[in-house]
């Protein structure tokens, strides 16, 4: 039973990070507390693990996007919380290290993968973060392999 609903929820976050990518929604307005732009690759995934941690679903969808900005640039709040919510419950964690970076092949000097060790429930996980930067030269975070951490082994 445990192995089908791990299955159902990494159907369901699957479908919410492919939406991620998808197009613009009216009403997309950034809240008025957005944070100061992550001026590194590693800066970017810290602060967002520790957001996640925190539950600031909102402040997490600001360091979350593309080379053209933010989520909260483009989408709705409550679209942005709902995604942030299914990233934050998978990435709950005792503990993360963050290992290194490496250029990704045909991508550019923009964009980098970040290596992170999680542990969760005293299992450790390697789960790569795909970092950008975007316009603003701050740094996002465009992807997170959650599979990484709901696969059954």
Same mark, same amino acid.
């Given at each position: 039973m445990?192995?089908?609903?791990? =299955?159902?929820?990494?159907?369901v976050?699957?479908?919410?990070?492919?939406?991620c990518?998808? *197009?613009?929604?009216?009403?997309?307005?950034?809240?008025?507390?957005?944070?100061?732009?992550?001026?590194?690759?590693?800066?970017v +995934?810290?602060?967002?693990?520790?957001?996640?941690?925190?539950?600031?679903?909102?402040?997490?969808? $600001?360091?979350?996007?593309?080379?053209?900005?933010?989520?909260?640039?483009?989408?709705?709040?409550?679209?942005?919380e709902?995604?942030?919510?299914?990233? *934050?419950?998978?990435?709950?964690?005792? =503990?993360? #290290?963050? =290992?290194?970076?490496?250029?990704?092949?045909g991508?550019?000097?923009?964009?980098?993968?970040?290596?992170?060790?999680?542990?969760?429930?005293?299992?450790?996980?390697? +789960?790569?973060?795909? +970092? #950008? =930067?975007?316009?603003?030269?701050?740094?996002?975070?465009e $992807? +997170?392999?959650?599979?990484?951490?709901?696969?059954?082994?």
């Amino acid at each position: 039973m445990r192995s089908r609903r791990i =299955r159902s929820l990494s159907l369901v976050l699957l479908a919410t990070l492919a939406a991620c990518g998808g *197009a613009a929604t009216a009403g997309g307005a950034a809240p008025s507390s957005a944070p100061a732009p992550a001026q590194g690759p590693t800066e970017v +995934v810290e602060r967002f693990l520790r957001l996640a941690a925190s539950r600031s679903y909102l402040q997490m969808g $600001q360091l979350f996007g593309t080379l053209e900005g933010p989520i909260t640039n483009r989408d709705p709040e409550p679209q942005v919380e709902r995604r942030m919510f299914a990233i *934050a419950n998978i990435l709950q964690n005792e =503990r993360f #290290v963050i =290992r290194g970076q490496q250029a990704i092949p045909g991508r550019g000097l923009e964009t980098l993968q970040i290596a992170v060790q999680i542990t969760q429930q005293g299992k450790v996980k390697e +789960v790569p973060f795909v +970092v #950008v =930067r975007a316009g603003n030269g701050g740094w996002l975070v465009e $992807q +997170v392999d959650l599979q990484a951490l709901t696969r059954v082994q």
